[in-house]
C-alpha cells in the first residue's frame, strides 16, 4: 500500500483485484455508456479522445459500449461489434487506451424488443411478440432460426472484441433488453425449451455465456450484466436475479455486474432522487450468492460512500457511470485524497440521458468538455484579458472557473451574499437536493482559482466601467415573470422562489400557477411538509410501529392541500424527458391535483377562477404560489451596450432556459476570450 492511498483511507477502492486473470489497479468500472459518438458503429477520434481522457484518469476497468452484436441489436450511433469491418477502429480505442495501462471490455449488446424499428430498419426480435411499453412496438417472436443465428452474433461479437485488443467482454442482460426478456416471464412466453419456469428462461442467456467462454477460450475474461431486481411487477426480483447469478457462475463467467431494473420500471434508477448508492443491497444479495467478484452499480458519485460498500462487504467493484463523464479524473483525485476536488455527477440527467433519447451525443452538465476533450483543451489565452463576470449562477460561475483557467484576471460580482443563484434555490425541491452538490462544487472551483469574488455587490454599469475590463461577461439571471391576472398583487398570492427560500409562509390549501418544473417541484416541496423522513421511517419499521399501508401514507401524504393549475397539456414540459415522468409520478403519489388546459381569469379572495375544458371553475385556495415563468434580467447589458468593446450576455440573463444550457454558455464564452 503505497502512501498516497493511505492518505485517503480509501483504501478498498485501491486496493488492485483480479477479473478471472485480468488484473485491474483498482476497484472503479466505468460501465458501459451509449455516447453516440460513433455515427454507422465506426470508432472515431472523438470516442478515442472521451476514453483516453477517463483511462489518464486513473480509472480500474472501462466497459465500451453497448455494442450491438447483429443488425436487430441496436442502432447505429452505437459502438460497432456486428462486422469484421469495426475490427480496425476498435484496434485504435484499445491501444491508445492501453498506452494509459487501464484494461477494456467491450459490452456485447442487443436490446430485443427495446430496439426501435426506425432505427434497426427491421422488426424488433424477442422471445415472444410482447409489446414494449418503452417504444410502443410489438416484436416478432424469435424463430428456433433466430435464436441460433443471435446465440452466434453473441460469439462471433465476442471474438471479434477480443481480436480487436479488447482485455475482457461483458454480455448485456440487464435492463430488460434481449436477454432480460428471455429471463423474464412477462416478456417470454415462449412453449419451447426456452420458455416456462425460470430454468428453462435462463437457458438463452446460459447458451449465450457458454457460447461466449467458448468463443473466447477459457482464459479471457467474461463479465454479466444483470438486473439486481427488474422492478417491475410480476417479474424477476432479487431471488431470481440471485440465482441467475449462480448458474452464470457455474457457466464459467468471471464477474457479475450488478445494476438496477428495466428501462419499463417505474422505480427511478437514474435519476437525482435515487439517494446515492440505492441499489447496493442488490449487488450484497448476488455476492452472497456468488463466489467471483461482484460490480456494484447506480449512483457512486462519492468515492467515499464506494469504498465503505466496499468494505462492508456488499460488492468487490464499483461502477460509476456519469461520474466518470462528470470527472474523468475522479479515480486520481480520490486517490491523492483529493476528494473536494471531484466534480460530482448530480444525475441530472440533462446532458447524458436525456441527450440519448433525443438521439444526440453524450453530453454533461457539470462537464462542458464531455464528448468534445479534443476541441476544448484548456490551454492558456494568447492574449490575457482583466474580465469582469457579473452574476454568480450557474453560467456566471463557469465563465468565471474557465477564464480563470485560462489565465485570464477574473472579478465575478455577485449581487447577493452567496454564490449559486436559482441552483439555490431548486436545490430545496424534493429529489434535487443534489443541486447542492453542484452549489459547492462550482464555489470550490470559483475558491481555488484566483477569481477575486465580491458577494452581496450589486454591479452597476459604473461600478463594472470602474474595473477598467478588456471584457465583461453578464450572467445576471432572470427573474420571476408576473402574469397579467387581476389579483395577481393580493396578500395571499406568493413567490414559488420565496416559497423555497422558505421566506413565504403557505397555508393549507395551496394552488400552485404554473405546471412547468418550478411549479411541480414547489408542489412537491409543499406537499411533501408534514410528512415522515428516513430515520422516523427506519424507527417505525424497525419497531413494527404502523402497519404497512400506514407507513405508505405517511411517507406520501402531508397536510397540505395541494393543487397545480397548468396552461399547457401537460405539465413539466420543460424537464428532462428522462425525469419528468418520475416528478409527475410523485405528484400523484403525494395526492397533487394537476389540472392542464386552465386559462386562469382571475385570482379571488377564496382561491383561482379559470377556465379548464371550457368550462369556468373556481379552484379553492388560500395560497396561490406563482411559478409563471422567469423574465431574463438584463438590464446591465443594456447598460453596457456600446460602452464595453467585448462584451456578452449568457444563462438566463439571455434566455431562461436550464442549468445544462447555462453551464455550457459560460464554458462557451470564457473559451472564446
Ligand atoms: C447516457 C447513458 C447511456 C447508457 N448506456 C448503457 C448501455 O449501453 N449499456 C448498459 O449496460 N448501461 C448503460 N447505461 C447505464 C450505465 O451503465 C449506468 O448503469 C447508469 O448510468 C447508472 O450508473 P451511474 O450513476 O454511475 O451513471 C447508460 C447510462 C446513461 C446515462
Known amino acids: 500500500m503505497d502512501q498516497g492511498i493511505e492518505a485517503t483511507k480509501l483504501r478498498r477502492l485501491f486496493t488492485p483485484i483480479t477479473i478471472g486473470n485480468l488484473r485491474l489497479a483498482n476497484r472503479i468500472v466505468m460501465p458501459a455508456i451509449h455516447l453516440s459518438y460513433t455515427p454507422q458503429g465506426f470508432v472515431t477520434d472523438t470516442l478515442i479522445e472521451f476514453y483516453v481522457e477517463r483511462a489518464a484518469g486513473g480509472v480500474g476497468l472501462i466497459i465500451v459500449g453497448g455494442c450491438p452484436v447483429d443488425e436487430y441489436g441496436g442502432g447505429p450511433f452505437m459502438v460497432g461489434l456486428s462486422d469484421d469491418e469495426f475490427v480496425p477502429g476498435l484496434t485504435r480505442l484499445t491501444q491508445a487506451v492501453h498506452e494509459h495501462g487501464v484494461p477494456l471490455a467491450a459490452q456485447l449488446y442487443h436490446a430485443g424488443r427495446y430496439s426501435l424499428s426506425a432505427l434497426i430498419g427491421r422488426q424488433p426480435l424477442a422471445p415472444s411478440a410482447v409489446e414494449s411499453s418503452l417504444t410502443r412496438e410489438t416484436p416478432r417472436e424469435m424463430s428456433t432460426e433466430d435464436v441460433h443465428r443471435t446465440l452466434n452474433s453473441f460469439a462471433n461479437a465476442a471474438s471479434r472484441a477480443k481480436r480487436a485488443g479488447f482485455d475482457a467482454v461483458e454480455i448485456s442482460a440487464s435492463a430488460g ?20 419456469d425460470l430454468e428453462s428462461r435462463m437457458r438463452f442467456p446460459l447458451e449465450v455465456a457458454r457460447a461466449v467462454r467458448e468463443a473466447v477460450g477459457p482464459d479471457y475474461p467474461v463479465i454479466v450484466r444483470i438486473a439486481g431486481n427488474d422492478f417491475v411487477s410480476g417479474g424477476n426480483t432479487s431471488r431470481e436475479a440471485c440465482s441467475f447469478a449462480r448458474e452464470l457462475e457455474g457457466a464459467g463467467v468471471d464477474a457479475i455486474n450488478v445494476t438496477g431494473g428495466w428501462h419499463e420500471t417505474r422505480v427511478p434508477q437514474i435519476t437525482m432522487a435515487v439517494p446515492r448508492g440505492a441499489f447496493s443491497y442488490l449487488a450484497g444479495r448476488v455476492k452472497q450468492a456468488v ?37 474523468p479524473e475522479l479515480p486520481r483525485k480520490a486517490r491523492e ?65 474557465t477564464a480563470s483557467r485560462r489565465g485570464h484576471r477574473v472579478t465575478l460580482f455577485e449581487e447577493h451574499g452567496r454564490l449559486g443563484g436559482q441552483l439555490n434555490l431548486a436545490s430545496m425541491a424534493p429529489g434535487r437536493e443534489e443541486l447542492g452538490t453542484l ?156 389540472i392542464a388546459n386552465a386559462s386562469v381569469k382571475q385570482i379571488l379572495p377564496q382561491g383561482v377562477l379559470a377556465v379548464i375544458d371550457e368550462q369556468e371553475r373556481l379552484v379553492g385556495a388560500d395560497t396561490i404560489i406563482l411559478a409563471t415563468g422567469v423574465a431574463p434580467h438584463n438590464s446591465l447589458h443594456e447598460e453596457l451596450k456600446g460602452r464595453v468593446e467585448d462584451l456578452h450576455l449568457i444563462g438566463d440573463a439571455k434566455v431562461p432556459r436550464k442549468a445544462y444550457d447555462a453551464v455550457r454558455e459560460g464554458f462557451e464564452v470564457a473559451m472564446g476570450l
Open 177 to 196: 433488453y434481449l436477454l432480460s426478456q428471455f429471463l423474464s416471464p412477462l416478456t417470454n412466453l415462449r412453449e419451447d425449451d426456452y420458455g416456462g
Open 337 to 401: 485524497g483529493r476528494l473536494d476536488e471531484i466534480i460530482r455527477c448530480v444525475a441530472c440527467n440533462q446532458g447524458c440521458f436525456d441527450h440519448i433519447f433525443s438521439l444526440e451525443p453524450v453530453a454533461c452538465l457539470v462537464n462542458p468538455r464531455a464528448g468534445q476533450e479534443g476541441r476544448y483543451e484548456l490551454q492558456r489565452a494568447a492574449s490575457l484579458k482583466k474580465v469582469v463576470v457579473v452574476g454568480g449562477g450557474p453560467a456566471g460561475m463557469e465563465a468565471a472557473i
Open 291 to 327: 463466489n467471483v467478484p461482484v460490480i456494484s452499480s447506480n449512483r457512486y458519485s462519492d468515492p467515499a460512500l464506494a469504498d465503505r460498500v466496499l468494505r462492508q462487504g456488499a460488492a468487490d467493484l464499483i461502477a460509476m457511470g456519469r461520474p466518470l463523464i462528470a470527472d
Open 439 to 594: 452549489i459547492l462544487s462550482l464555489c470550490g472551483q470559483v475558491e481555488r482559482e484566483d477569481v477575486e469574488i465580491r458577494l452581496a455587490h450589486r454591479a452597476t454599469s459604473s461600478l463594472v466601467l470602474e474595473c477598467n475590463p478588456d471584457a465583461v461577461v453578464v450572467a445576471t439571471g432572470g427573474e420571476p415573470a408576473i402574469p397579467e391576472i387581476p389579483g395577481v398583487e393580493s396578500e395571499h398570492v406568493v413567490q414559488a422562489w420565496d416559497v423555497l427560500a422558505d421566506q413565504a409562509d403557505v397555508g393549507q390549501k395551496v394552488v400552485v400557477l404554473g405546471g412547468g418544473a418550478t411549479g411541480c417541484l414547489v408542489a412537491l416541496y409543499v406537499a411533501q411538509m408534514g410528512t415522515i423522513d428516513a430515520p422516523a421511517l427506519r424507527f417505525l419499521v424497525e419497531n413494527k410501529a404502523e402497519s404497512w399501508e400506514t407507513l405508505e401514507e405517511l411517507v406520501t401524504r402531508g397536510v397540505k392541500d395541494v393543487t397545480v393549475v397548468e396552461m399547457l397539456p401537460k405539465l413539466g414540459k420543460d424537464i428532462g424527458l428522462t425525469t419528468r415522468w418520475t416528478v409527475l409520478q410523485a405528484l400523484r403519489r403525494y395526492g397533487v391535483e394537476m
